[in-house]
């Protein structure tokens, strides 16, 4: 059984850092494309990063280019998300999906609240 589940989120205050994890299981995790999606109140889901297979070619939105940082560790079938100074745009619920050859898995999501 395909699962994705993600940890991490929480309330932070603006500035800050907060890491972000999806664990995988059911599927060959080193080799999908692994990528991290948002979405904020009342807003579209909308992709923030993407990762390859390898790690080595990392893809990021611009808007939020230099302030996450995309990451995975194969042997622990494990993607991150390390973001760092937070704002409150960045309220969203946060969303990892593997792309598998035609196959598109998604996690049920975590909550990120940055609000002082």
């Known amino acids: 059984q395909v699962q994705l589940v993600e940890s991490g989120g929480g309330l932070v205050q603006p500035w800050e850092s907060l890491r972000l994890s999806c664990a995988a299981a059911?599927?060959?995790?080193?080799?999908?494309?692994m990528e991290w999606y948002r979405q904020g109140p009342g807003a579209e889901r909308e992709w923030d990063a993407s990762i390859s297979r390898t790690g080595d070619t990392r893809i990021y939105r611009a808007s939020a280019k230099g302030r996450i940082t995309i990451s995975r560790h194969n042997a622990k079938n494990t993607l991150y998300l390390q973001m760092d100074n937070l704002e409150p745009e960045d309220t969203a619920v946060y969303y990892c999906?593997?792309?598998?050859?035609?196959?598109?898995?998604w996690g049920q999501g975590t909550q990120v609240t940055v609000s002082s």
């Open positions: 059911g599927f060959t995790f080193r080799s999908s494309t």
């Open positions: 999906k593997a792309v598998y050859g035609n196959l598109r898995y």
